[in-house]
């Protein structure tokens, strides 16, 4: 089945449509400035010009960088806070929506490095903020939000994300040395046995992962950044939001 997966970040909104058997995107992927403000309005034109570029009727998959409960917006740490309370189900004319790293979490366990693991796996996107996805045997606990675990006083995300290391310009070893940090918290509250490093990083995942050393086995995405438009679609195909 081909279903339209729209990924909404806080810098860029990412969208293609996807063969949610394969797990790969059919067409190649439109990316859209996040419109500053990041208002519901002006955030919904953006979703319905990418509707529009791929000319699509089908079903539709978005992805939200924060806690969506039924389609409903809970939380906007990285987007402007009066999506709080805005139904984006019905705002994405009846999309399915949900959190971005639980979808890109969800990709990753159906087509990429965590296909078939058991036991405790946390996916983690690094990015404007990060993200967790938190698997045990597979299945997913929702809207998990352990980038905002507390970290030397302060929200995890505003030490570690990608964000951070690129406006303080920090080099790739120091930046490591923060995410090595974070994931010695995450490791000793869930001792996962393995953990999935999303985000656009995981595309640069050589210059930081050797720097990272923690006994849980840390891998970069299996689909990287385009993880989340995947379990957008999937989550749409599947009914799983
Ligand atoms: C949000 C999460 C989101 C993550 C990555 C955090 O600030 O609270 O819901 O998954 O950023 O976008």
Redesign the pocket.
């Known amino acids: 089945m081909n279903v339209l997966g729209i990924d909404i ?2 810098s860029g909104i990412k969208g293609a449509p996807v063969d949610t058997e394969a797990g790969e995107l059919v067409e190649e992927r439109l990316r859209i400035p996040t419109p500053e403000p990041s208002v519901p309005d002006e955030v919904a034109k953006v979703v319905a010009s990418i509707v529009e570029h791929f000319d699509w009727n089908g079903p539709v998959g978005v992805t939200f ?3 969506v409960v039924d389609g409903v917006i809970r ?1 906007a ?2 987007v402007d806070p009066s999506w709080v309370g805005v139904d984006a189900g019905r705002l994405f004319g009846g999309a399915t929506v949900l ?3 639980d979808a890109a979490g969800m990709a990753e366990m159906t087509f990429g490095e965590g296909k078939g693991r058991k036991g405790t796996v946390l996916v983690l ?1 690094f ?5 967790s996805a938190l698997f045990t045997d597979g299945l997913l606990v929702r809207n998990t ?1 352990l ?2 675990l507390e970290l030397r006083g302060k929200d995890a ?1 505003h030490r570690a994300s990608a964000r951070v290391r690129e406006e303080h310009e920090l080099s790739w070893d120091k930046w490591a040395e923060r995410v090595e940090e974070y994931l010695r918290h995450v490791e000793m509250l869930f001792s996962p046995s393995l953990i999935v490093i999303g985000g656009g990083v995981s595309r640069k995942a050589e210059k930081f992962l050797p720097h990272v050393k923690i006994d849980t086995p840390v891998v970069p995405a299996g689909l990287q950044n385009e993880a989340g438009i995947i379990g957008a679609a999937h989550a749409a195909a599947t009914g799983a939001s």
């Not at 990015?127 to 993200?131: A, V």
């Open positions: 970040g806080g960088p924060g806690v939380t740490a990285n959190n971005d790293a996107t990015g404007t903020g990060i993200g939000e980038g905002h995300e």
